[in-house]
């Protein structure tokens, strides 16, 4: 609860959803992971981050938008190594399949407009496909033309702030385990920071773009984690949330107030039409 509002779906009762319901404009669903950041950080930095931006949004917007918890595992196999106990990952298939049908509930509930909020890299291609095969299904089954999509908190931060907020993050972005990384725990979760035992990242050379290869996180670094967290604060890390949570914001506004071009006709829906809105 933030400032006395009920900001999350599994705080409210049965009677509260029925009248919450019709008010909501979005649902936010965080997409983070349990996994590995290095000797100093909490397995569950991802997707405690993510929530913490999702929360504050939806107070933000409330009652347009509520934040709904499905999932603290992510995709993460390249973080499981014996090297670094913690990660618990899903398969993407697994993952995929998880966020489809807890989609498909909030559907039959009456919600026609949803984003996950994503705080994983891992997920961010996984979360990409699952939007597009999700409305896929719910069209196929149900004749709904569901809004969905996805945003990682990190993109809607302005370049300016990170450039203002960090010192040593190279390219002033959110590196695993880094400086970023790192403040916003300790503005969100500080219990789950270690300072004291945050280490310089090894300098092993990693292969570049533009072609994806499959790695595993010791094959780069000996301890979990590949940015620098010894210029982390607590208060660089309420900047980059305020920052993210207000990026956020503004990115949900256009997403409800933006309307396609053009037409949506689905292949095959001439010939087998689908029935409308009986869920």
Not at 14 to 25: G, T
Not at 246 to 270: K, Q, S
């Amino acid at each position: 609860m933030r400032d006395g509002k009920k900001v999350y779906w599994h705080e409210h009762t049965q009677h509260e959803l029925k009248e919450l319901i019709p008010h909501l404009k979005v649902a936010l669903i965080p997409t983070g992971s349990t996994e590995i950041h290095g000797p100093h950080l909490g397995v569950g930095n991802d997707i405690l981050s993510c929530m913490r931006v999702a929360e504050e949004v939806a107070g933000n917007m409330y009652p347009r938008a509520v934040v709904v918890n499905i999932l603290w595992l992510g995709v993460a196999p390249h973080n499981m190594t014996a090297s670094f106990p913690g990660t618990i990952t899903l398969s993407a298939t697994t993952y995929m399949q998880v966020l489809l049908e807890a989609i498909e509930s909030l559907v039959k509930h009456g919600l026609r407009k949803i984003i996950l909020i994503n705080g994983h890299g891992g997920n961010e291609a996984p979360n990409i496909t699952a939007c597009r095969e999700t409305r896929e299904t719910i069209y196929y089954r149900y004749g709904i033309d569901l809004e969905i999509g996805t945003l990682s908190y990190w993109d809607v931060i302005p370049e300016k702030v990170w450039y203002e907020v960090l010192e040593h993050e190279p390219h002033r972005k959110v590196g695993h385990g880094g400086e970023a990384e790192t403040s916003i725990l300790l503005a969100v979760a500080p219990q789950a920071v270690r300072l004291d035992l945050a280490r310089p990242p090894d300098s092993r050379p990693r292969l570049s773009p533009p072609f994806f290869r499959a790695w595993y996180q010791d094959e780069y670094s000996p301890d979990g984690h590949t940015d620098d967290a010894r210029a982390a604060h607590v208060d660089k890390g309420r900047k980059l949330l305020e920052a993210a949570v207000t990026g956020t914001v503004a990115a949900l506004e256009a997403f409800i107030m933006y309307r396609p071009v053009g037409t949506r006709n689905h292949p095959g829906t001439h010939q087998f039409p689908c029935p409308k809105e009986h869920v």
